[in-house]
């Protein structure tokens, strides 16, 4: 196991990501905190659940170590913390201990830096499962959550059959991201357990010709919405057609806010969409899909924190996607992962969502904890 202890410390900040020093200090700064411990441990729980003879090969302490024997696992550690702050040298350090231990899988926690930063030392040679822990997660090496991350690993340990697949390791430059410009491009092909239901497909874009039907749809939502009511606008291409139908540009890849006709927040933080929301007591938001995944909350769109989605209210959520995007998902619907379960529960269930003009399509929405399949 490799944890990478900074994974996903600017989502909810509004930095797009967390890679290199300067992002992480200015995350650190905005008040970010990280949280891949937390769902490396969910995934080691998952895991334990259904595999507990297991010996786990991690780094030290934060890399990997703490959190498994926390988890009562069996621990050897192979490599050790260089510094206080870990960097993405640790995840390489350790990536080329286990590459040389060769063990029956290596299960990291991180989004698609640390996917690429594992992929560079490992190449096809071991195996991976990600844990979704960073603020990209587009390569299709990931489990659709930490829970289905756990029970993936040991699916395939215990399996006598260890069969694997050509994974795709996606990444995004997050300066780009930052300026509003997307450039996902296809990294490498790395080998990933054939486990379909339990690993994510990576990152498609739209299909063209449902360019009319979107642009109407999004149209429409835009004139149903209550000006008095203040509305958040979720991270997208597809979201942004609402932004543009109200007359705005917004921010390609943040939260937005609008109320009374006017754009009066871009790419907001936690704690931003926090202080607007102590102004009101009548919220919306509108999101949209991420094509060839199917999630709804908890991927790129971080700074929407279970207690802001609390506070907007369930029931005052709409959701924009074209239909042949909805029709592609492989997993058969929609899901959540806010990192509390309890709320993912909430949300669960089947929601309209907004496909074309006068149309909706009734949707699944999973939670998080759903989709690690049934205990032994």
Same mark, same amino acid.
């Given at each position: 196991?490799?944890?990478?202890?900074? %994974?996903?410390?600017?989502?909810?900040?509004?930095?797009?990501?967390?890679?290199?020093?300067?992002?992480?200090?200015?995350?650190?700064?905005?008040?970010? @905190?990280?949280?891949?411990?937390?769902?490396?441990?969910?995934?080691?729980?998952?895991?334990?659940?259904?595999?507990?003879?297991?010996?786990?090969?991690?780094?030290?302490?934060?890399?990997?170590?703490?959190?498994?024997?926390?988890?009562?696992?069996? !621990?050897? !550690?192979?490599?050790?913390?260089?510094?206080?702050?870990? !960097?993405?040298? &640790? !995840?390489?350090?350790?990536?080329?201990?286990?590459?040389?231990?060769?063990?029956?899988?290596?299960?990291?926690?991180?989004?698609?830096?640390?996917?690429?930063?594992?992929?560079?030392?490992?190449?096809?040679?071991?195996?991976?499962?990600?844990?979704?822990?960073?603020?990209?997660?587009?390569?299709?090496?990931?489990?659709?959550?930490?829970?289905?991350?756990?029970?993936?690993? $040991?699916?395939?340990?215990?399996?006598? /059959?260890?069969?694997?697949?050509? %994974?795709?390791?996606?990444?995004?430059?997050?300066? #780009?991201?930052?300026?509003?410009?997307?450039?996902?491009?296809?990294?490498?092909?790395?080998?990933?357990?054939?486990?379909?239901?339990?690993?994510?497909?990576?990152?498609?874009?739209?299909?063209?010709?449902?360019?009319? $039907?979107?642009?109407? $749809?999004?149209? /429409?939502?835009?004139?149903?919405?209550?000006?008095?009511?203040?509305?958040?606008?979720?991270?997208?291409?597809?979201?942004? @057609?609402?932004?543009?139908?109200?007359?705005?540009?917004?921010?390609?890849?943040?939260?937005?806010?609008?109320?009374? #006709?006017?754009?009066? #927040?871009?790419?907001?933080?936690?704690?931003?969409?926090?202080?607007?929301?102590?102004?009101?007591?009548?919220?919306?938001?509108?999101?949209?899909?991420?094509?060839?995944?199917?999630?709804?909350?908890?991927?790129?769109?971080?700074?929407?924190?279970?207690?802001?989605?609390?506070?907007? #209210?369930?029931?005052?959520?709409?959701?924009?996607?074209?239909?042949?995007?909805?029709?592609?998902?492989?997993?058969?619907?929609?899901?959540?992962?806010?990192?509390?379960?309890?709320?993912?529960?909430?949300?669960?269930?089947?929601?309209?969502?907004?496909?074309?003009?006068?149309?909706?399509?009734?949707?699944?929405? &999973?939670? %998080?904890?759903?989709? %690690?399949?049934?205990?032994?």
């Amino acid at each position: 196991m490799i944890v990478n202890p900074i %994974a996903g410390i600017g989502g909810p900040v509004a930095l797009k990501g967390s890679d290199g020093a300067a992002t992480v200090l200015e995350a650190l700064r905005r008040g970010g @905190r990280p949280l891949a411990s937390l769902r490396a441990t969910r995934a080691l729980e998952a895991l334990g659940r259904r595999l507990s003879g297991c010996t786990i090969l991690t780094g030290a302490g934060p890399l990997g170590a703490a959190i498994a024997e926390r988890a009562r696992f069996v !621990t050897e !550690t192979i490599a050790p913390v260089t510094d206080i702050e870990t !960097t993405a040298e &640790d !995840t390489r350090r350790l990536a080329a201990a286990l590459l040389k231990a060769r063990p029956d899988l290596i299960l990291f926690a991180g989004g698609d830096g640390t996917a690429r930063d594992v992929f560079d030392i490992v190449g096809g040679d071991i195996p991976l499962i990600g844990i979704p822990a960073g603020v990209k997660m587009h390569s299709a090496v990931f489990a659709r959550t930490p829970d289905a991350a756990g029970e993936a690993a $040991a699916r395939f340990v215990e399996s006598g /059959e260890r069969r694997t697949h050509d %994974a795709e390791i996606m990444d995004i430059d997050e300066a #780009g991201l930052r300026e509003g410009r997307v450039g996902a491009e296809l990294y490498g092909y790395a080998a990933s357990p054939r486990l379909g239901g339990f690993m994510q497909n990576a990152k498609s874009g739209p299909a063209h010709h449902d360019d009319a $039907a979107l642009d109407a $749809a999004a149209r /429409e939502v835009a004139r149903r919405l209550d000006p008095s009511r203040l509305t958040f606008v979720g991270p997208g291409t597809t979201t942004r @057609r609402v932004l543009r139908a109200l007359g705005h540009e917004g921010t390609l890849l943040g939260i937005d806010a609008v109320a009374d #006709g006017r754009l009066i #927040g871009t790419d907001l933080t936690a704690g931003q969409i926090k202080t607007l929301l102590d102004g009101t007591t009548r919220a919306g938001l509108v999101l949209g899909v991420i094509g060839g995944q199917g999630c709804l909350l908890g991927r790129g769109n971080q700074q929407l924190s279970p207690e802001i989605l609390r506070r907007i #209210g369930l029931g005052n959520i709409t959701i924009l996607a074209a239909l042949e995007k909805l029709a592609a998902l492989n997993c058969g619907g929609l899901f959540v992962d806010t990192g509390d379960l309890d709320l993912d529960r909430a949300l669960a269930g089947y929601r309209r969502v907004h496909t074309g003009p006068g149309m909706t399509s009734i949707t699944r929405i &999973d939670a %998080a904890s759903t989709l %690690a399949g049934p205990a032994a």
